[in-house]
């Protein structure tokens, strides 16, 4: 008589107590046939998520393999191994996570030639915020200060006491050549000639002063 599949082969694999695989796997594998009609079957079963294309491409490399063999991937946990890094989807995921271990190490070794740059940089930047930003504001509220004196020296009340200070001095200076004359320290022709000048400064100054002071009111 034929023997069909699912009879004592079947039998044999299934039932093996030599099987390394986990509960979970046993469970999924045995999920796949049709459930009896029992009291429990009506409990869910944990489904896999396999992608149907892939789950077929597996399927047709294990119906190519004899009963003997498939009872070797069952028992034998190297035989199991090599059978699973032998397909082309776990070969495809292989490959894949060691292009990203790859590049992972790339990046850290990149990250770590350019730890003395950074560390160089961040010295740098201390050094600036410590001596030169600190020489820069000094020199900053230095240039503050210079501008507040110039704005007061250039104020309008500063002006006309300038003024007042060199009409002040220009009339001294004609009383003095004056009082030289007097004391016939100084020529008569020399003495016009000077006092003359002097003179016409000071009303110059006189009339400055009083347009500025006119202003300002």
Request: glycine share 2%; hydrophobic share 30%; aromatic share 4%.
């Amino acid at each position: 008589m034929f023997r069909f599949w699912g009879s004592q082969e079947q039998q044999s694999l299934d039932g093996s107590s030599q099987s390394w695989y986990p509960p979970s796997v046993m469970s999924s594998s045995n999920s796949s046939r049709p459930a009896t009609p029992t009291s429990s079957s009506s409990s869910p079963r944990p489904s896999s998520h396999v992608p149907p294309a892939e789950a077929a491409g597996v399927i047709a490399v294990l119906k190519d393999k004899s009963v003997d063999e498939l009872r070797k991937l069952l028992a034998d946990k190297d035989a199991y191994q090599q059978f699973l890094h032998s397909l082309d989807q776990v070969k495809i995921q292989t490959n894949l996570k060691d292009e990203l271990c790859k590049e992972n190490l790339q990046l850290a070794e990149e990250n770590l030639q350019k730890e003395p740059r950074m560390m160089e940089l961040r010295n740098q930047c201390r050094i600036i915020r410590t001596t030169e930003l600190a020489a820069a504001k000094e020199k900053l509220n230095e240039l503050e200060k210079q501008k507040e004196e110039m704005l007061k020296l250039n104020s309008p009340a500063s002006l006309l006491q300038r003024i007042q200070e060199s009409m002040n001095k220009t009339d001294e200076e004609s009383e003095n050549l004056h009082q030289q004359l007097l004391d016939r320290e100084i020529e008569l022709g020399a003495f016009l000639q000077k006092y003359k000048k002097l003179r016409t400064t000071y009303h110059k100054k006189t009339l400055i002063h009083l347009a500025a002071k006119t202003s300002t009111i």
